[in-house]
């Protein structure tokens, strides 16, 4: 039986996929292979990948989304930053 699920290569969450699994290596690899990528994509969670990455302490993965661009003062759905997150972490 095959199945009709998408792969995490193709799926729409590609880049919140590997930044769960900290795959910051591959990350780094499928960032210099594409021109254009949406850094913003928001989950179902309403997280881009870089909240994704900051909240599970993925710091290889953060940075790589940062030097790429991705928007630090970008506010998930609860109003959070990748710094609010950061610093809420910190606290602990």
């Known amino acids: 039986m095959i199945s ?7 799926s729409r969450y590609h880049l919140h996929y590997l ?3 900290n795959k910051h290596r591959q990350l780094e690899k499928e960032l210099s292979a594409l ?3 949406d850094l913003e994509v928001l ?9 994704l990455a900051v909240t599970l302490g993925h710091l ?6 940062v ?16 710094n609010t997150a950061k610093n809420s972490k910190s606290a602990y």
């Not at 030097?67 to 990748?82: H, L, M, P, Y």
Request: proline share 7%; with cysteine.
């Open 43 to 51: 989950d179902p969670r309403g997280r881009t990948p870089l909240h």
């Open 19 to 21: 930044v769960w699994h």
């Open 60 to 65: 290889d993965c953060a940075r790589l989304l």
């Open 4 to 10: 009709a699920r998408k792969t995490p290569e193709k």
């Open 35 to 37: 021109e254009q990528v």
């Open 67 to 82: 030097q790429r661009g991705a928007d630090v003062s970008k506010e998930n759905r609860n109003g959070w930053t990748g």
